[in-house]
C-alpha cells in the first residue's frame, strides 16, 4: 500500500508524511512548492513537484508509484486572504480537488483522506461543535472545504470512493525540530516573526463578544492531527467502517488572549501585543467536540498549551 500526500512539503503535510513512514507505511509526497518547502522533505521519500491542477502528472504520479491512496493537503488555506481572492481559492481548493478526483477514477485510486475545515461551520450556534452541526462557511474557504466534503461523497456514491473528511482546528506547535508553520498569515508564526525581529505582535480584534475579547478556538497539536490521519488512512485500507467527516477538537477553547500569555512565558519576551481591526471571516469562537475522532481515529490531546507553544518556537527559532 502506498499512499500519496498532497501538499506532503508543507508544515502540516510533512507532518502527515513523517507519521506514515514511521510507522512504517510507504508514501510520496506531491507538492507544488508554492507554499511547501524541499527541505521539509525527509530523505528516501520520493518527492514529486506538481499541481494539483495537473492531472496528467497526477495520473503519471499514481502509475510510476501503484499508488493506493491519498491523503489531500494541498490548497490554500488562508480564510481571511480568501475573501479578496474568492477564484484564486475556487481553483486551487474545488477545481483543484475535481482535478485529484477525476485523475484517481482514471487510474482506479479509491481511497482518501480529505484535509478539510473548521470553516465549514462559520460562526456556529453552539457552544460545542459535532459533526452534525450546521455548516454556514463566512468565507471562499470554508465554502471551497464544504463543498470539496460534497464532492467526495458524491464520487463516494457514482464511484465507491472511499473516503473521510478530518476537520482541522488552529493547528499549532512541531513535532520535528526541522519542521515548522511558516503561513504569512497564521497567529503562532506571525507572533514568533515579530518577536523574532524585535518588533510587537499583532492581533486581530479584541471586540469580539468572548470573555477578554479575543478570538475563542481549538488549538491542537500538528503530530496529534498527524497520527490520525494515519489511523484513517489504515481503517480505509482495511475496508472498516468509517464516517464521513470528523472534528479534530479539543473539545476546549483558548482565546488569542491567552495564546500571548504563554507566549511571553515560553520565549521569556515581555509584550503587549499591538490591536488591529478584525479580519474578514473571523467568528468568535469555534471549539468542538473530538468524540468521533477518539472513537476511530486514536484522536487525543496528548500536548498541553506550553507544549504547542515551545515545540513551536524551539523549531522556529533554529531554523
Request: charge should be negative; glycine fraction near 10%.
Amino acid at each position: 500500500m502506498t499512499w500519496l500526500v498532497t501538499g506532503g512539503a508543507g508544515y502540516i503535510g510533512a507532518h502527515v508524511v513523517r507519521a506514515f513512514t514511521e510507522q512504517g507505511m510507504e508514501v510520496v509526497i506531491y507538492d507544488d512548492l508554492s507554499s511547501g518547502h524541499e527541505s521539509f522533505v525527509p530523505a528516501g521519500v520520493p518527492f514529486v513537484r506538481g499541481s494539483i491542477l495537473d492531472g496528467g502528472h497526477l495520473v503519471d504520479t499514481f502509475r510510476r508509484f501503484n499508488v493506493t491512496g491519498v491523503v489531500h493537503v494541498a490548497g490554500f488555506k488562508y480564510a481571511g486572504v480568501s475573501v479578496q481572492r474568492p477564484l484564486h481559492t475556487y481553483a486551487q481548493n474545488v477545481t483543484g480537488t475535481l482535478s485529484l478526483l477525476a485523475a484517481m477514477e482514471e487510474v482506479g485510486v479509491s481511497r482518501v483522506v480529505f484535509s478539510s475545515s473548521a470553516a465549514v461551520y462559520g460562526t456556529p450556534d453552539t457552544d460545542l461543535v459535532t459533526e452534525a452541526t450546521a455548516k454556514s462557511p463566512e468565507s471562499p474557504y470554508g465554502e471551497s472545504k464544504l463543498i470539496g466534503e460534497w464532492l467526495l461523497h458524491d464520487q463516494g456514491v457514482a464511484q465507491g470512493l472511499a473516503h473521510t473528511s478530518l476537520r482541522y482546528f488552529n493547528v499549532v506547535g512541531s513535532g520535528y525540530p526541522d519542521v515548522y508553520d511558516t503561513s504569512p498569515h497564521n497567529l503562532f508564526p506571525l507572533v514568533f516573526e515579530a518577536l523574532l525581529d524585535g518588533r510587537t505582535p499583532r492581533i486581530n480584534g479584541n471586540d469580539y463578544p468572548t470573555a477578554d475579547g479575543t478570538c475563542v478556538r481549538d488549538y491542537i497539536h500538528v503530530a496529534d492531527l498527524a497520527l490520525s490521519h494515519v489511523a484513517a488512512a489504515r481503517r480505509l485500507d482495511a475496508g472498516e467502517p468509517i464516517e464521513p467527516v470528523y472534528n479534530l477538537g479539543s473539545g476546549d477553547g483558548v482565546s488569542v488572549g491567552e495564546i500571548m500569555t504563554a507566549m511571553r512565558e515560553v520565549t521569556g519576551i515581555e509584550f503587549d501585543p499591538e490591536v488591529a481591526p478584525r479580519r474578514a471571516g473571523d467568528p468568535a469562537r469555534i471549539v468542538a467536540s473530538g468524540e468521533l475522532a477518539a472513537r476511530d481515529l486514536d484522536w487525543t490531546m496528548r500536548h498541553t498549551l506550553t507544549d504547542m507553544v515551545q515545540s513551536a518556537w524551539d523549531a522556529r527559532s533554529k531554523a
